[in-house]
């Protein structure tokens, strides 16, 4: 059975950092891409980030580059997102998504995700 499964959420005051983690079951990181997404009330999906699952290369949406640092452990079926100064407008459920796929699609391309976790939240606030 396929599952992501997204932690590390919290509430931080901006400037802050947080790391969020997906660990995944079901399926081989070696075998698909995943990626981030956030998704704040009253907006729109929002993809962030992905990392390929050939190279470990990483992907960023211009709205949080540099800002946000991906990562995987494949060994521990485990993917992180670094996420450092924070802003109230970070705030959002996050999510993880797996690809089936050597590269990323376009960090934004929602659709192109086949499994999806329930998500962690992210909250922004001093």
């Known amino acids: 059975q396929v599952q992501l499964v997204e932690s590390g959420g919290a509430l931080v005051q901006p400037g802050g950092s947080l790391r969020l983690s997906c660990a995944v079951s079901?399926?081989?990181?070696?075998?698909?891409?995943i990626g981030w997404f956030r998704q704040a009330p009253g907006k729109e999906r929002e993809g962030i980030s992905c990392?390929?699952?050939?190279?470990?290369?990483?992907s960023y949406a211009d709205s949080v580059k540099g800002r946000l640092t991906i990562s995987r452990d494949n060994a521990k079926s485990m993917v992180y997102l670094q996420i450092n100064s924070l802003k109230p407008e970070d705030t959002a459920v996050y999510y993880c998504?797996?690809?089936?796929?050597?590269?990323?699609?376009?960090?934004?391309?929602?659709?192109?995700?086949?499994?999806w976790g329930r998500g962690t939240q992210v909250s922004v606030s001093s």
């Open positions: 990392i390929s699952s050939v190279d470990g290369s990483g």
């Open positions: 998504a797996a690809e089936r796929a050597a590269y990323c699609s376009d960090v934004g391309c929602f659709w192109c995700y086949e499994y």
């Open positions: 079901g399926f081989s990181l070696d075998d698909y891409a």
